[in-house]
């Protein structure tokens, strides 16, 4: 990403937190998360596809290899440089007022998106708005069972990066002053948020990470630690996973 502060500052950190970070290199973990996608889409991804939150481009650049038309979207324009980079139609813009006509895609992705933006609600409307009936959204987003908040928290005026244990177990309200810049959903906060949507649950469970940075510096440990938390994800003990996977379909109102 090209910023306009330096690797590390206040400025470029406190974007961090607010936007997320997006993948900047291609692991075990996009590729599983790529594989769940066009499971999931079931042929849709040959059609029209919208990545909304298309980041540096990394997942849009792979969709884009089969699709009929694909267009990612971000709203931090130096992500959009990247992007095009990598695929030629990208659009900056904010999710909450897609620039595009109603039915318009067969597949969206949004991709560990909705936590950030400004109105979670109206950007999912938008996508439900610009689905064609019998379109797919995929979406990926964080777990409040997770016990680690992977965005920092505040404190003290200052963000601190890193994975800060045990603060979305917190009461609401004290969770959300320790992380105002990020949101995270329990399932039924996602039912609540999609009430009302002229969409329908197809698929939703909760996945662990690949845990590929650990596996990088630790590879036993890490290899091992990824099979024993995924091996999870067929058990009760995925209320404890790191992200919320669903798919949802546009139904005709």
């Known amino acids: 990403m090209t910023s306009r502060h330096p690797p590390g500052s206040p400025a470029d950190a406190s974007k ?44 849009l650049a792979r969709l884009g290899e089969s699709a ?17 980079g990598r695929h030629p139609r990208v659009v900056c813009g904010a999710g909450e007022a897609l620039p595009f006509p109603a039915h318009t895609f067969d597949l969206v992705l949004s991709h560990e998106v909705i936590e950030h933006v400004a109105d979670d609600r109206q950007t999912l409307a938008e996508i439900a708005r610009v689905l ?9 987003c964080p777990n409040r069972g997770y016990p680690f908040e992977t965005h920092g ?29 990020v949101r995270v959903y329990s399932s039924r906060d996602l039912d609540r948020l999609i009430a009302g949507l002229p969409l329908r649950v197809v698929q939703r469970t909760i996945i662990f990470g690949a845990y590929d940075n650990i596996i990088a510096r630790f590879p036993r ?9 995924q091996a999870l994800e067929k058990t009760p ?17």
């Not at 440990?221 to 938390?229: D, H, I, K, P």
Request: proline share 5%; charged share 25%; hydrophobic share 45%.
């Open 16 to 59: 961090a937190a607010l936007r997320g970070t997006p993948s900047y290199v291609w692991r075990a973990g996009q590729e599983r998360r790529l594989n769940m996608i066009l499971a999931a889409a079931e042929g849709r991804e040959r059609g029209r596809v919208f990545v909304d939150g298309c980041g540096v481009g990394q997942y």
């Open 68 to 84: 009929h038309l694909a267009v990612g979207l971000d709203i931090e324009w130096e992500r959009t440089r990247e992007a095009y």
């Open 132 to 140: 064609a009936p019998g379109g797919r959204l995929v979406l990926f």
């Open 153 to 181: 928290i505040y404190w003290r005026g200052r963000y601190r990066f890193g994975n800060i244990p045990l603060v979305n177990y917190l009461p609401q309200r004290w969770r959300d002053r320790l992380a105002p810049h």
């Open 221 to 229: 440990l890490g290899r091992l630690l990824r099979a024993v938390l």
């Open 237 to 253: 003990l995925r209320l404890l996973g790191l992200s919320h996977f669903w798919v949802l379909e546009k139904i005709t109102p």
